[in-house]
């Protein structure tokens, strides 16, 4: 979909002057030098994926993807630095604190030293649901 630079609304192709032509504010522009709507958001998209620095980042991105909640919560493991993050979005932010997020992070470590990847993520799954279900985590 194209839209108007100078008023916003949809733009139409007139087959008369080869022009695309505004319904409402009735302006009319050189196809040649309009972008389409679409075209710029694949842009911003590409701009931002190569800014996902970190592991973080990239799930923050891939979640973006996959999900539409407000509110979530990433556990990522970065196997080079072994570096374990666990970051929260929106309402769950309240529960899983960045202090709690340290705390389980601290307490599943031990497995992604093991290289048990799965049982890390596993225990940090079930601690964020501990503290967002009022139960203490050791
Ligand atoms: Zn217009």
Redesign the pocket.
Known sequence: MVY?P????ELRFDIVSQTMV?G????SFDPGVLSDDSSHDAKTEEYFDSYAFDEIDQARLKRKELFEFDSACIFAINMNVRKITIQSYGKINESITDSYARSITDNVKNYATAGNYFNCASAAFSQMLDVCENRSIS
């Open positions: 108007c100078t008023c916003g609304a505004c409402s504010c009735k302006n």
